[in-house]
């Protein structure tokens, strides 16, 4: 298997823009989360889905973020508008999610660097 | 609701030297605990986790876990240090009760020569 594929891996941007980040779980799990980490916050959950409904989203910072799965193999995490305090590595990982999501091992993807200028 | 405190920022140990890494958490009932840890520009790595069976842990190059109720720790121990072992420590704590996962602030282990 492939594991967690995220994409873009870097991403500049300029304030105001949209911003979207895509990510492709392990076929077979059911459980997606996603992380913001920057020097100053350390890493941050944003927000986790188990068999595609949101099961915790109280880390997502503010209406500017939102995240969905289209599908039960893919997320997108946009910001809309971005401003240059969104600059961090966003990461993704899956799970197996069968029973407890918050307790199963993640595996997460490479990451991805936005820049917001 | 839970909450998880890595005692240490950072850690600078000698090659060959033992490694601890310390990790307090509070839960309100049984946790499941895990260490991740992240190489630099790279995603996190489960090292072990803990759910309520052995309390003693052994992962992945040769760390261990001792879970701890009567302390509320879970700290993380290797016998002997290598190079490759510098990177960033997550201690990681959830409860089957709810929904919440908590990640402690990390620790950065520095391997001296």
């Known amino acids: 298997d492939a594991g967690v594929i995220q994409s873009p891996r870097h991403e500049v941007t300029e304030m105001g823009q949209e911003v979207t980040l895509r990510c492709k779980l392990i076929?077979?799990?059911?459980?997606l989360f996603w992380y913001r980490q920057t020097m100053m916050r350390g890493l941050e959950l944003l927000i986790y889905f188990n068999n595609n409904v949101p099961i915790d989203d109280s880390g997502m910072p503010e209406d500017r973020f939102s995240a969905k799965m289209p599908n039960a193999s893919f997320s997108t995490l946009k910001i809309q508008p971005s401003e240059p305090r969104d600059s961090a590595v966003y990461f993704c990982?899956?799970?197996?999610?069968?029973?407890?999501?918050?307790?199963?091992?993640?595996?997460f993807g490479p990451g991805t660097r936005l820049t917001v200028l | 609701a839970q909450s998880v405190t890595q005692l240490d920022s950072h850690v600078s140990v000698s090659e060959g030297t033992p490694v601890l890494l310390r990790c307090n958490y509070s839960s309100s009932y049984s946790p499941s605990l895990f260490w991740y840890v992240q190489h630099p520009n790279k995603g996190l790595q489960l090292l072990l986790k803990y759910t309520s069976a052995a309390t003693l842990v052994k992962g992945i190059n040769g760390f261990e876990a001792e879970f701890k109720k009567s302390e509320t720790s879970f700290h993380l121990t290797k016998p002997s240090a290598h190079m490759s072992d510098a990177a960033e420590y997550f201690c990681?704590?959830?409860?089957?009760?709810?929904?919440?996962?908590?990640f402690g602030k990390g620790t950065r282990l520095h391997i001296l020569p």
């Open positions: 076929s077979g799990h059911n459980s």
């Open positions: 990681v704590v959830s409860e089957r009760t709810n929904d919440k996962i908590i």
């Open positions: 990982a899956s799970s197996l999610g069968q029973v407890n999501p918050s307790t199963d091992t993640q595996y």
